[in-house]
């Protein structure tokens, strides 16, 4: 059955400093895609990046990084030098093509991250 | 290009009446699905439209429905309001291509039941 954990329930941080999100996942197919998103307090999840199961190279963009490992069921999120504007709950999520119902996104519980001044 | 909108932002009702909650994808996405986040909880999927088909569901009983009509814009309709349903409900659109879409999120409508 498809899960998504994400174990850290809230990090704070002081600005400047680097962040990882940790994501671990569980799942049966050999075909899947990972997400995270990025939901700041105004309610509306913005996506950040995706990642299928072939593909098992690292990505960096700008301040943000994601590092993908199927050997551990991880795709940690990094935040480097973090900003007061990455306050934010992030979310990863995996969709895998599932059985007769059709595929179905699950959701991570969330990390809540607080980047102080 | 104009991202995924709902209407309304916010709707109060009391116990026992019937919600309606819209939902118009981007422009030339064929999927909607519908997510509920109860108050500190993740998003718990419950409905997914494609071509005007209802394909998949979550865990949610029958009073959860919804369409899509052809224009794909959606419907969520939430009878026999209970408390619990009190929540943040997010639509998504994708391209309709399946399992790798990206889905994109539209800002929500805030239900509150009374």
């Known amino acids: 059955a498809q899960k998504v954990t994400q174990a850290q329930t809230e990090i704070s941080v002081v600005e400047k400093e680097d962040v990882t999100l940790d994501c671990v996942y569980e799942?049966?197919?050999?075909?899947?895609?990972l997400f995270w998103y990025k939901q700041p307090p105004s309610g509306e999840l913005v996506f950040l990046i995706r990642r299928n199961s072939f593909d098992e190279q690292n990505e960096i963009s700008g301040r943000y990084s994601w590092n993908f490992q199927k050997s551990t069921s991880s795709f940690n999120f990094t935040i480097t030098a973090s900003q007061v504007v990455d306050s934010a709950v992030y979310f990863c999520?995996?969709?895998?093509?599932?059985?007769?119902?059709?595929?179905?996104?699950?959701f991570g519980a969330g990390t809540r991250l607080f980047v102080k001044a | 290009e104009a991202g995924v909108t709902q209407s309304p932002t916010h709707l109060i009702k009391t116990r026992g009446q019937q919600a309606t909650l819209r939902c118009s994808p981007i422009s030339g996405h064929t999927s909607v699905y519908w997510y509920q986040q109860a108050l500190g909880l993740g998003l718990q999927f419950l409905l997914w439209y494609d071509e005007g088909e209802e394909r998949n569901r979550g865990n949610f009983p029958p009073r959860f429905s919804g369409r899509q009509f052809p224009n794909y814009s959606s419907e969520l309709n939430v009878n026999a309001l209970e408390l619990e349903d009190s929540a943040l409900y997010l639509c998504?659109?994708?391209?309709?291509?399946?399992?790798?879409?990206?889905?994109?999120f539209g800002p929500g409508t805030r239900l509150t039941v009374l």
């Open positions: 799942t049966r197919d050999t075909t899947y895609y």
């Open positions: 998504a659109s994708s391209g309709g291509q399946g399992v790798g879409d990206t889905q994109y």
């Open positions: 999520a995996l969709s895998e093509a599932g059985g007769t119902g059709g595929f179905k996104t699950i």
